[in-house]
């Protein structure tokens, strides 16, 4: 499952596609992506079953591969798929580094949210207008900067033996996009406002902020970050209580992050609290899923299991986070006692087969993708690996491409659910 989550990841480019590309039902698309802005803006994830490339969630999809891949390299490279990785993350971090296309300027979004979501067709097909957004100094996007600097030092680190100057190049760029960040601030989406409807950063700046200056931090070993990151701490409040780790709440994860470079108790007790609120208050389902939103309910289950099987590895109650990580991943992956049924697709028992997600929906051409919405049966393409976003707080749950909210698919979802994968790889 851990080999499939990495074919979701190639299911999912944009782009031209490379000669070892492994889902063979997919082809190049988008190659004029950023010709309206005289850029070239080809490659990158396609963000869900939809067809936009929104830089936010793609970004910390990036980081949260890596952090998997640095800090899970045995899993993975037990389960031999150490190169998949890095080729996940370097897939976008390739694309992040051509949308840094001037000091404190940023294309953060290409492709326009309700012009693609009403087209329900292969993206090799597409037609539409694909405008180009930026963020720069008139109109910044802290968050998107800061979070886009956090992916490219966490693949500075990927890179650092296999491709020095890769990893340098990743690396100077992040530490850019970082001041850009901290100088001019705002929300992003004030300035990329076709994202406010489906992307908001709820949880303001702060979070991406300090993120950011932390993995800069464990790049570079430079104590200045540390302390910016403690200054980020302070100003922005990050110490209080925590519902989740996602794309747009990155605490928990700065918690980790911060313990694992200072060895603070002032960051190990709010770690600490939030795996027992976890474990002890947070909402479940009848089954024994830990639920924290209603939306895409599983990848929020697969983030924090991860972040839990982190913190057994790293010496928090060991065996208790490791057997509760296991147990949410073991959910996702069949064992509910109400379905034994697998969330992934392509794996294990009774798995979906109608993922919200257009490009698998298609047949071949030259047959047409009209009628897959509203075809009855499974998708004409498994799109293995990809994880659901699952059941309704009462457990019920019903494999229906239409109802996106259960079914849909996304990069962000399988981010932190592929590292928690290679930690039971490791933990087996």
Same mark, same amino acid.
């Given at each position: 499952?851990?080999?499939?989550?990495y074919l979701?990841?190639?299911?999912?480019?944009?782009?031209?596609?490379?000669a070892?590309?492994?889902?063979?039902?997919?082809?190049?698309s988008?190659?004029?992506?950023?010709s309206?802005?005289?850029h070239?803006?080809?490659?990158?994830?396609?963000?869900?079953?939809?067809?936009?490339?929104?830089?936010?969630?793609?970004?910390?999809?990036?980081?949260?591969?890596?952090?998997g891949?640095?800090?899970?390299?045995d899993?993975?490279?037990?389960?031999?798929?150490?190169?998949y990785?890095?080729a996940?993350?370097?897939?976008?971090?390739?694309?992040?580094?051509?949308?840094?296309?001037?000091?404190?300027e940023?294309?953060?979004?290409?492709?326009?949210?309700?012009l693609?979501?009403?087209?329900?067709?292969?993206?090799?097909?597409?037609?539409?207008?694909?405008?180009?957004?930026?963020?720069?100094?008139?109109?910044?996007?802290?968050?998107?900067a800061a979070?886009?600097?956090?992916?490219?030092?966490?693949?500075?680190?990927?890179f650092?033996?296999?491709?020095?100057?890769?990893?340098?190049k990743?690396?100077?760029?992040?530490?850019?996009?970082?001041? /850009?960040?901290?100088?001019?601030?705002?929300?992003?989406?004030?300035?990329?406002?076709?994202?406010?409807?489906?992307?908001?950063?709820?949880?303001?700046?702060?979070?991406?902020l300090?993120w950011?200056?932390?993995?800069?931090?464990?790049?570079?070993?430079?104590?200045?970050?540390?302390?910016?990151?403690?200054?980020?701490?302070?100003?922005?409040?990050?110490?209080?209580a925590?519902?989740?780790?996602s794309w747009?709440?990155?605490?928990?994860?700065?918690?980790?992050? /911060?313990?694992?470079l200072?060895?603070?108790?002032?960051?190990?007790?709010p770690?600490?609290?939030?795996?027992?609120?976890?474990?002890?208050?947070?909402?479940?389902?009848?089954?024994?899923?830990?639920?924290?939103?209603?939306?895409?309910?599983?990848?929020?289950?697969?983030?924090?299991?991860?972040?839990?099987?982190?913190?057994?590895?790293?010496? /928090?109650?060991?065996?208790?986070?490791?057997?509760?990580?296991?147990?949410?991943?073991g959910?996702?992956?069949?064992?509910?006692?109400?379905?034994?049924?697998?969330?992934?697709?392509?794996?294990?028992?009774?798995?979906?087969?109608?993922p919200?997600?257009?490009?698998?929906?298609?047949?071949?051409?030259?047959?047409?993708c009209?009628?897959?919405?509203?075809?009855?049966?499974?998708?004409?393409?498994?799109?293995?690996?990809a994880?659901?976003?699952?059941?309704a707080?009462?457990?019920?749950?019903?494999?229906?491409r239409k109802?996106?909210?259960?079914?849909?698919?996304?990069?962000?979802?399988?981010?932190?659910?592929?590292?928690?994968?290679?930690?039971?790889v490791?933990?087996?």
């Amino acid at each position: 499952v851990l080999c499939m989550s990495y074919l979701f990841y190639e299911a999912q480019r944009s782009g031209p596609l490379p000669a070892d590309q492994r889902i063979t039902w997919r082809g190049d698309s988008a190659l004029g992506d950023g010709s309206d802005v005289g850029h070239d803006l080809t490659g990158g994830y396609y963000d869900a079953g939809d067809h936009v490339k929104f830089g936010f969630p793609m970004a910390y999809t990036s980081t949260v591969l890596a952090w998997g891949l640095i800090d899970f390299a045995d899993g993975h490279e037990a389960a031999g798929q150490t190169e998949y990785a890095q080729a996940a993350v370097k897939w976008t971090t390739d694309y992040f580094l051509k949308a840094h296309t001037a000091k404190d300027e940023f294309y953060g979004q290409v492709g326009k949210g309700d012009l693609d979501h009403s087209y329900w067709g292969r993206p090799e097909d597409m037609i539409m207008e694909r405008p180009s957004y930026k963020i720069d100094e008139a109109h910044p996007g802290s968050d998107l900067a800061a979070e886009t600097a956090a992916a490219l030092a966490g693949a500075s680190i990927v890179f650092k033996e296999k491709d020095p100057a890769y990893a340098a190049k990743a690396l100077d760029v992040a530490k850019e996009l970082y001041e /850009f960040a901290d100088k001019y601030r705002d929300l992003y989406d004030n300035s990329i406002t076709d994202a406010t409807s489906y992307y908001h950063s709820w949880s303001g700046y702060g979070d991406e902020l300090c993120w950011a200056a932390l993995w800069l931090a464990r790049a570079t070993g430079d104590d200045e970050y540390l302390t910016r990151a403690r200054g980020h701490w302070e100003e922005f409040n990050l110490s209080g209580a925590v519902v989740q780790f996602s794309w747009d709440d990155k605490r928990a994860g700065v918690f980790a992050l /911060f313990w694992l470079l200072d060895g603070s108790s002032e960051y190990s007790d709010p770690l600490n609290k939030f795996l027992d609120w976890l474990k002890n208050e947070a909402s479940y389902t009848p089954e024994g899923l830990v639920y924290l939103d209603s939306w895409g309910a599983n990848r929020h289950a697969a983030n924090v299991a991860f972040l839990s099987l982190w913190a057994g590895k790293n010496g /928090f109650d060991t065996e208790a986070n490791q057997k509760w990580g296991r147990e949410q991943i073991g959910q996702l992956l069949g064992a509910n006692s109400r379905y034994h049924r697998s969330f992934v697709v392509g794996f294990g028992e009774d798995p979906p087969e109608r993922p919200h997600h257009r490009s698998s929906s298609c047949p071949y051409p030259p047959a047409d993708c009209g009628g897959a919405f509203e075809n009855p049966g499974p998708n004409h393409h498994v799109l293995y690996g990809a994880l659901v976003g699952g059941p309704a707080q009462n457990g019920d749950y019903t494999d229906d491409r239409k109802d996106y909210v259960h079914n849909e698919v996304a990069c962000d979802y399988n981010a932190a659910f592929t590292g928690a994968l290679a930690a039971l790889v490791e933990i087996s």
